[in-house]
């Protein structure tokens, strides 16, 4: 393992000087309705794998799971942007080279009242949990391995088109028609998306107590009024996907629910799951059902967590099970802050599957 002695009173320094940080960013005013906004996100991240060194010790790597640039503001009351770029993993196992890239881009307008059409490289909204920021999530990262559309389409969860967005009494919605798998024939004489039809994505929420507004959703708001609400969503795309056994259609289905509620002075209980349903095959590894619990209990800024992850392979041994106890010091809420987290992790056959255990640390600075 690394011997870091000097570079932690360098640490130490670094984070009493950040905590003194405001909690936003400033805005920039062009003009009585427009408004820039530009802000930066650094997730410097340290991980310790189990069996992770040459020698079969316990590895270790520094690296920068997330930098990225954000650019958004108004042009009018009813015009909107959002940019943003990322450069993930950089350093991650010796690699400096990993792919520069735009990460959102959409144009929003907001024709009627509390309903938006957007246009760009758009989040796709399946769930609670794909609809989420980096920027405010509740966990060191997301369940990355729950979330399974189609190889090739879009990037990082997003995709191509238009969406319609908006709020509706206790309702909130999307609807997108996105790219999808573009229509091509194989090398092997396939032929997928025949028709090059889009994929439509659809979400509605329920919201018993409050609304949550954001274009991006939250995993933890720190909250003084409860929030609950129930969500459904589903993905379809008429046959894009090619296996052995044929061509299929892509369909995803999910079902969430999403709490915070605030509890005694200045502390607030945090539970969201989300269970998935991915139809893309039944001998693609892809395909399957799983779900995920996050808990959370915030003390001021200590927040002990805990989440678990599990999913069904269709394709035997393919199945996934994974425990993360983890610890969040919130000290200037999302502008910065520390997470940590041990996952236990076991892929394949979980009755035979070797136990993969992986500590992260990672500080967030929002600004």
Not at 36 to 64: C, E, R, S, W
Not at 188 to 205: E, F, I, K, S, Y
Not at 256 to 283: A, K, T, Y
Not at 332 to 359: C, M, P, W, Y
């Amino acid at each position: 393992m690394r011997s870091i002695p000097h570079a932690l009173p360098r640490l130490l320094v670094l984070t009493a000087l950040l905590t003194a940080l405001p909690a936003a960013a400033g805005k920039i005013q062009l003009g009585e309705d427009a408004v820039l906004n530009v802000d930066v996100l650094l997730h410097p991240q340290m991980q310790l794998i189990k069996d992770g060194a040459p020698t079969g010790g316990v590895g270790t790597d520094f690296y920068l799971r997330r930098v990225r640039l954000l650019v958004f503001g108004s042009i009018t009351k009813k015009l909107s942007f959002f940019i943003d770029t990322d450069q993930p993993n950089l350093g991650k196992n010796g690699d400096w080279n990993p792919a520069f890239y735009i990460q959102d881009a959409t144009v929003a307008y907001e024709f009627a009242d509390k309903t938006w059409v957007e246009a760009g490289f758009i989040l796709a909204p399946l769930s609670h949990h794909a609809l989420q920021g980096a920027i405010a999530l509740q966990t060191v990262d997301y369940h990355s391995d729950l979330i399974r559309y189609p190889l090739g389409v879009g990037k990082v969860w997003r995709d191509m088109g238009l969406q319609v967005r908006g709020f509706a009494g206790p309702w909130t919605y999307r609807a997108a028609i996105l790219n999808g798998v573009e229509g091509a024939k194989l090398e092997n004489g396939q032929t997928v998306n025949a028709d090059d039809l889009p994929r439509v994505v659809g979400h509605a929420r329920y919201n018993v107590w409050g609304h949550e507004t954001d274009q991006f959703l939250r995993g933890i708001y720190f909250t003084d009024q409860p929030l609950l609400s129930f969500g459904v969503g589903g993905d379809y795309q008429y046959g894009a996907i090619a296996t052995a056994s044929g061509v299929h259609d892509a369909v995803a289905l999910a079902a969430d629910v999403f709490l915070d509620i605030p509890v005694g002075d200045d502390q607030e209980f945090v539970f969201q799951s989300n269970v998935f349903s991915w139809q893309q095959g039944f001998d693609n590894v892809r395909s399957g059902t799983g779900f995920f619990v996050e808990l959370g209990y915030r003390i001021g800024i200590v927040q002990p967590v805990f989440t678990g992850e599990y999913f069904n392979g269709r394709v035997d041994s393919t199945d996934l099970l994974t425990f993360k106890p983890g610890l969040n010091l919130w000290f200037q809420k999302h502008t910065f802050n520390l997470k940590t987290e041990v996952a236990v992790s076991r892929v394949g056959d979980l009755a035979h599957a070797t136990t993969g255990i992986t500590g992260t640390a990672q500080l967030q600075l929002f600004y």
